[in-house]
């Protein structure tokens, strides 16, 4: 049951990742400054009841399996999923944080689409080794 619920949050996040990368951040140069502090707050929240479990879940399951049933795909994994929150929490938190500070707004928005490839070249690759992996 628990690889079931890594590889479908694995997935989940993969399908958001790639959302949030060609849809979500890009959409955010089509606002003025005044619109995407009103709505970027709103997004951030919503977004969060999403993302979290996904994540949360991902975490815990991977490294419940890693450290229980060992194999170089789990790991490195591991090490992907480290990254990309170390990614999330200390480069597209503080942009984030950023456009609601109203502190350069668009810069700030174009470096989230950039900062994102890595997550998403990261969440990409996570499912890519659970096919790897069969």
Same mark, same amino acid.
């Given at each position: 049951m628990l690889p079931y619920l890594k590889e479908l949050s694995d997935f989940g996040l993969l399908i958001l990742i790639w959302l949030v990368q060609l849809i979500i951040y890009p959409?955010?140069?089509?606002?003025?400054? %005044?619109? +995407?502090?009103?709505?970027?707050?709103?997004?951030?929240?919503?977004?969060?009841?999403?993302?979290?479990?996904?994540m949360l879940i991902q975490l815990f399951s991977t490294f419940y399996l890693t450290f229980n049933q060992f194999n170089w795909i789990l790991f490195t994994q591991c090490i992907l999923i480290i990254l990309?929150?170390?990614?999330?929490?200390?480069?597209? %938190?503080? +942009?984030?944080n950023q456009i609601e500070s109203g502190n350069e707004i668009q810069s700030a928005a174009s470096k989230l689409v950039q900062v994102n490839w890595k997550r998403t070249i990261m969440w990409t690759l996570i499912v890519i080794l659970n096919f790897i992996g069969k």
């Open positions: 959409s955010f140069s089509y606002m003025d400054d %005044v619109n +995407l502090s009103a709505w970027h707050p709103k997004y951030t929240n919503m977004i969060s009841v999403v993302v979290m479990p996904l990309l929150w170390a990614s999330t929490f200390f480069q597209a %938190v503080p +942009l984030h």
